[in-house]
């Protein structure tokens, strides 16, 4: 469990860095006051899907590893530890805006 928690955690900072360093990049094409009116852009949504997409894999395998008892107990510590208003984030509309957006995952 603990190799399957490490692994995920590095290709999730390795999305995270991809993302910083596309929104960077995206950013010096444009004003602040351009930036702020832009719809998300494709490319961002595309690497938060993919983001999501590994943290929602690696909690799955770790669902798996531990099976159902372990893993409730592990997700009410984490709560307890790190606040219990935790949840998945939701999708972003279409019409939103990357003012809407934090410009980076730290």
Do not use: C
Request: without cysteine.
């Amino acid at each position: 469990m603990l190799s399957t928690a490490i692994n995920g955690y590095y290709a999730i900072r390795a999305k995270d860095q991809e993302f910083n360093d596309f929104i960077q990049a995206e950013r010096k094409k444009y004003t602040q006051y351009e930036w702020s009116r832009l719809p998300v852009l494709p490319e961002a949504r595309r690497l938060d899907s993919e983001r999501w997409a590994l943290v929602m894999s690696t909690m799955s395998r770790i669902h798996e590893e531990l099976g159902d008892e372990s893993f409730s107990r592990l997700d009410a510590a984490i709560h307890r530890t790190y606040g219990g208003n935790l949840s998945v984030v939701q999708p972003t509309s279409q019409n939103s805006t990357s003012a809407d957006h934090p410009p980076s995952r730290q």
